[in-house]
């Protein structure tokens, strides 16, 4: 069965970017220390990133990140959707309105401005389509930003919550939760290496 799971580094603080994003620093003043163990030798680092990537039979994010992604220093032959565990699903952007182009033209993008829930539905028909072509179940990841992460949670369209803790406090950025709901957890693992920790949480 097909879930969505929002994977997303943050700061012991609760940022998921530095102070001062914007389309040529994506991560804000400081971020880049959020994604040192996406780059790590760490062998349980590597691991959690290639499991992550694997499962991924499409992968939603917001206008404001597919602009960083798809901007002059985004994305590259380098770097990607799993850093060096480079993996090509289907991305699902929710935006207001498409934008005019695209320089990334190698992957494969589906722009929806109708609201998030249709960008989940959307993002299921590719991975159930990909699990088919597969022969194994595959997964809708939420790869951010915070916003689209907290609004999908607050709307109930997201089953698993994995952090990437890293140990940094950042002191201001973009933050995960803004006035959200109460919620519980359950807990289902925690690894922890030099550079993050790393814990899954089921959302009932």
């Known amino acids: 069965m097909t879930r969505v799971i929002a994977d997303i580094s943050l700061s012991l603080d609760g940022f998921v970017t530095g102070p001062d994003p914007d389309p ?5 003043v400081g971020g880049e220390a959020l994604h040192t163990w ?7 680092d590597r691991r959690i990133l290639r499991e992550a990537t694997a499962r991924s039979g499409a992968v939603i994010l917001g206008r404001r990140l597919f602009d960083v992604i798809d901007g002059p220093k985004g994305w590259n032959d380098d770097s990607g959707y799993g850093a060096r565990e480079v993996g090509k699903p289907a991305f699902v ?18 722009f929806i401005t109708t609201g998030l829930p249709d960008a989940v539905a959307a993002a299921r028909e590719r991975a159930d389509a990909a699990s088919a072509q597969s ?6 990841v939420l790869m951010g930003g915070g916003a689209t992460i907290g ?17 940094v406090v950042l002191g201001a950025g973009t933050p995960l939760f803004t006035a959200a709901a109460p919620r519980t957890l359950v807990q289902r693992s925690v690894t922890s290496t030099s550079t993050a920790t790393h814990l899954t949480y089921d959302i009932p």
């Open 93 to 110: 952007v929710v935006t207001n309105s498409p934008p005019p182009s695209v320089r990334l033209t190698d992957l494969d993008w589906t």
């Open 38 to 44: 996406a780059f790590s030798d760490d062998p349980d």
């Open 24 to 28: 040529d620093n994506g991560l804000g």
């Open 151 to 167: 609004s999908a949670i607050d709307a109930g369209l997201v089953d698993a919550l994995t952090l990437h803790l890293a140990p």
């Open 135 to 140: 022969g194994q179940d595959l997964d809708v």
